[in-house]
């Protein structure tokens, strides 16, 4: 079972071992921990499988927003501890980069919307091996963008920063399926966070001095 939400994307698959036999991807930020569960429960039950059928759990890690992040590894997490089996984390950059690849390019890159005027982003060679990043920063300082194709939604954000826009504009979980069940590069189950929530803890109250 492979999931990512790391983008406003939702989305889940299902690989046998030989091909992908259930997939679901719906686009709401909003949404994802609403989504997260049912879709993968939706997924299972159209392929007939049990979660005891399970045999691993592809994840992606970001780079993404806290709150997205935090919902697909901690369900990814659930389900390795609960049911014993191995948890995989893609970087979610390479999910996009793996699709954008078939495209044939020398070279381009990948960037997803990371808010706040800036993307998250990393560049790839013809082979879809990640080459820097990933990184976050505004679109038009990525050194070289312009004459570079892009895949992912920053791409579609800022087209002035890039050269051609490339699909998919977000990550797709029978990618990721497909990365794991290939044995592609994966990395521990861990966040990629690129820089501090939006969301703090508030710090301790400031001293008020009497008139």
Known sequence: MGFDTATPAVSAALHDGTRIV?????V????QGELRAPMIAKVM?????DRTDLTAVAVGVGPGPYTGLRVGLVTAKVFGDVLGIPVHGVCTLDIIAAEAVKAGHDEFLVATDARRKEVYWARYDSNGRRTEGPLVGPAAEIPGARDLPVAGAGG???PAAFGELL???HP???TLCEIVASGGETIPAE???LRRPDAR???APKRVTPP
């Open 172 to 174: 797709d979980a029978r």
């Open 201 to 203: 803890e508030p710090g």
């Open 191 to 193: 966040p990629l966070y």
């Open 22 to 26: 259930g997939a679901a991807l719906t």
């Open 45 to 49: 039950a159209d392929a007939g499988v």
């Open 28 to 31: 709401d930020a909003r949404r």
């Open 156 to 158: 579609e954000l800022y």
């Open 167 to 169: 699909g998919p504009a």
